[in-house]
């Protein structure tokens, strides 16, 4: 199942962390033990990606059996991007090559003082 409207505001070169818990259509949590995730910040929905976060490099299967994972953007991966409204996305792909959008929303980018 797809969270929707997942937005947030953070300021350029803050530290991130992003918790999201993938479940079935019917709210239940789904095991990603052995999922393969990706997590990317675009410019605009279809847009050019700014970023890319993978299993070992930026996300982290917290509680895979509970289906939570995390997202960690460290401090310089945002400090040269321009402030703006940029689209995130997280995508799974499961053991059976079944592909699943868990999350998208918009990520407000302010320029710190």
């Known amino acids: 199942m797809t969270a ?3 937005d947030l505001t953070m300021w350029a070169g803050d530290t991130k962390t992003l918790t999201v818990t993938v479940t079935d259509g019917a709210g239940a949590a789904k095991n990603i033990t052995s999922a393969t995730i990706s997590w990317k910040l675009l ?3 279809g847009g050019t990606v700014r970023l890319t976060k993978t299993v070992g490099s930026g996300i982290a299967l917290t509680t895979p059996t509970s289906g939570i994972f995390t997202v960690s953007i460290a401090t310089g991966y945002t400090s040269s991007l321009v402030a703006g409204k940029y689209y995130h996305e997280a995508n799974v792909t499961d053991s059976s ?4 959008t868990v999350l998208i929303g918009v990520i407000t980018l302010r320029r710190a003082i």
């Open 4 to 6: 929707t409207a997942q």
């Open 43 to 45: 410019d605009e929905q």
């Open 97 to 100: 090559s079944n592909v699943s």
